[in-house]
């Protein structure tokens, strides 16, 4: 047993024994260890060095090692609790934890809170400490680009428009962040959105989860 451990913590940078975390995070011993084996694709997927870098972490998300993603690129930092540019193994499944349907509400309200705040300042592209409605149309623009999604400039407008005005409820042309929650908070769906039901039961889940595509040999 101890040569197994040994051996694991030589593959995966941040090894943490999975009865460790299982008894930090919602998980249970077997799914810290199918989380494992899912960490190790993905941590291998690109660069080959059992951590996961953002590129890596894109590809997980989008199918697609090149596709940028502003708001992923915040939830990347959230992982990264050390701050170092990589996501270690027990960054991983401690972070996982706030998707699991177990983990406690109020923490799934930390979370959200959290990302309105990550969210809040993505919008508040020149820093000022509030959202100006050039700046959400820019964000608006941004998100359509993303999804490659085109619209006439009069939708466009109309969007904007029906969405500061709903937002900026003390009339000033700008929106705060308090404003900027309280928007947010009308679509309580966004805590049922943090649950991934299927970490219930990850074991069964696992194989569909974990399906990566084959990355092309660029020749580079």
């Known amino acids: 047993m101890g040569c197994a451990s040994s051996k694991r913590s030589k593959q995966l940078h941040g090894y943490e024994d999975p009865s460790v975390l299982a008894a930090e995070t919602p998980f249970t011993v077997s799914e810290v260890e199918s989380l494992e084996e899912l960490y190790k694709k993905l941590s291998n997927s690109i660069i080959a060095d059992g951590l996961i870098h953002k590129e890596e972490f894109h590809l997980a ?4 090692r090149n596709q940028r993603n502003l708001f992923a690129d915040r939830v990347f930092d959230l992982f990264d609790l050390k701050r170092n540019g ?7 499944v401690r972070s996982l ?5 177990n983990a406690p509400v109020a923490d799934k309200i930390a979370f959200v809170q959290i990302l ?3 969210a809040f300042k993505l919008y508040d592209l020149r820093q000022t400490g509030f959202i100006e409605r050039e700046e959400l149309k820019e964000m608006v623009l941004a998100l359509l680009h993303e999804s490659e999604l085109v619209l006439s400039e009069d939708i466009v407008e109309m969007i904007v428009d029906k969405t500061f005005s709903e937002a900026d409820t003390k009339g000033d042309g700008k929106i705060d962040l308090e404003e900027w929650k309280a928007f947010v908070s009308k679509y309580p ?15 069964v889940a696992f194989p569909s989860f974990v399906d990566l595509p084959e990355i092309e040999d660029s020749g580079c």
């Open 97 to 101: 934890g706030i998707f699991h349907p």
């Open 116 to 118: 309105l705040a990550v």
């Open 189 to 203: 769906s966004l805590i049922k959105n943090i649950t991934l039901p299927y970490l219930k039961d990850i074991s």
């Open 86 to 92: 990589v996501i270690e193994f027990g960054e991983f």
């Open 61 to 64: 998300l989008f199918k697609n």
